[in-house]
């Protein structure tokens, strides 16, 4: 039983947006009431209060797509790697070459590093996206004993592909499958799983086809980059006559349980199709503009309706960042000064929130009655006037993840001050730079 209080309370829930010196109160692993700070006081005597001492108390933050594999990238050089001049370029001398030497260990190391440093940056929920082709089995297990022990939500999948062979396609579907079960049969609702594929242009029809049967009869939706690049687009039109999303479509892929990652070199058709079939679209801004693969039509996608999340795409933990790039990069693309301003906010606070509520049995991502008690406090001090109405633009202009100081997660304290609860940190990140040399010299 804790009292979180003394704070500017945001709750991102639109009945009651903002308490000044607000309180939240949880029992368990759910948020049982908000109120003012005096109120709940003295109603919930002999709960642990934890004083924000005027900070920010809000909602733990949702990431919608993550690549957990990539931690070890961070630093490293490839002395023969050619200079990436596209985006294919950047697959072939980078993110193949990093995933295909990938062991059990790196990734429960590159899970724990980066888990932590989402957990630090405030994200509380993650949606992972993994890739380690000649280490697939078990490799879902792994991050999720890894995500437990650190106490964050999570949810996963294995990136299928055909493009190290057969074998290990079919060794994919069999992971994802394998995790699915396992997930859905916990009760905790802490983890759970999804069918990741990699893209469209790395699946044949047969491939697609072994995972559509695989997934008969299981409750989840799959997790695939759409899109992203333009040979994604070239690759199904050349070979299939058609564009990425109607071959998607085509193959049951898409539907409301479904992210449909980027979606950048999409045209107006397919963005129906999005919309009829219920998709989750995820925008990851940074990656995107690193990846130079353009800006994904999010504007237009919240006109018709679409429900877009923000993701980090692996190029950070810190989801305060990416809605600092989602607010500029369609400024910037549009040129228009006027979008972004609700659209990438309710990315962020809405539709990362929708898109959890299609895999756990309570909100998370906003404070309220019922809700999971994922809250975080943000040190923070606004130096004008707060409230209800513009508390987003504080949270854009104002925060980073450095400024989270606590960060509670299903109703248990997992860091304080900055220090995480009963894990060893700096152990970790010393065995991680060990592990992570290693691989260095193996690619």
């Known amino acids: ?114 888990l932590i440093d989402c957990i630090k940056n405030g994200t509380t929920t993650v949606f992972d996206h993994h890739a380690s082709p000649f280490s697939i089995t078990d490799s879902l297990f792994t991050i999720g004993e890894v995500a437990k022990d650190l106490g964050i939500r999570n949810c996963l999948c294995y990136e299928v592909s055909d493009r190290d062979g057969l074998d290990i396609t079919e060794e994919g579907i069999k992971e994802n499958v ?83 990652v980027h979606c950048i070199h999409v045209n107006g058709q397919e963005l ?36 877009v999340g923000l993701g980090t795409d692996g190029y950070t933990s810190d989801m305060f960042e990416s809605y600092k790039v989602g607010n500029i990069i369609h400024k910037h693309s549009l040129c228009d000064p006027s979008v972004a301003w609700g659209e990438i906010p309710k990315a962020l606070f809405e539709n990362n929130t929708n898109i959890a509520g299609k895999y756990y049995k309570k909100p998370v991502g906003l404070l309220k009655e019922g809700a999971y008690a994922d809250v975080i406090v943000v040190d923070y001090n606004p130096l004008t006037p707060m409230n209800g109405s513009n508390c987003n633009s504080h949270i854009l202009f104002g925060m980073t993840g450095k400024s989270v100081v606590t960060t509670i997660i299903n109703g248990k304290v997992v860091m304080k001050d900055r220090e995480l609860v009963n894990i060893d940190e700096e152990a970790i990140f010393a065995k991680s730079r060990e ?8 690619i």
């Open 1 to 114: 039983m804790i009292l979180v209080g003394n704070g500017r309370v945001v709750t991102q829930n639109s009945e009651m947006p903002y308490i000044e010196n607000g309180c939240v109160a949880i029992e368990g692993n759910v948020i049982i009431e908000i109120g003012t700070t005096k109120e709940l006081k003295a109603k919930y005597e002999g709960y642990e209060f934890i004083d924000a001492k005027g900070k920010v108390i809000m909602p733990g933050m949702v990431c919608t797509h993550h690549h957990i594999y990539s931690a070890f990238a961070r630093g490293m050089s490839i002395k023969d790697a050619p200079v990436s001049k596209n985006f294919d370029d950047i697959l072939e001398n980078l993110w193949w070459r990093l995933d295909k030497k990938l062991t059990l260990e790196d990734t429960k190391y590159s899970a724990y590093t980066t």
């Open 178 to 260: 394998n995790y699915i079960k396992h997930a859905n049969a916990q009760e905790d609702d802490m983890t759970k799983g999804m069918f990741g594929l990699h893209a469209a242009f790395t699946l044949s029809d047969e491939s697609l086809n072994k995972c559509a049967e695989a997934m008969e009869g299981l409750d989840a939706g799959y997790h695939v980059h759409t899109a992203e690049g333009r040979t994604d687009l070239y690759d199904s039109l050349n070979k299939y006559g058609k564009r990425v999303v109607n071959r998607l479509y085509d193959h049951k892929i898409l539907g409301e349980k479904s992210i449909a």
């Open 272 to 307: 129906d199709i999005v919309k009829d079939t219920n998709t989750n679209v995820v925008h990851n801004p940074e990656s995107n503009m690193g990846n130079a693969v353009g800006c994904s039509p999010v504007i237009e996608m919240v006109k018709r309706g679409i429900n």
């Open 435 to 442: 592990i992570a040399a290693k691989l260095w010299e193996r």
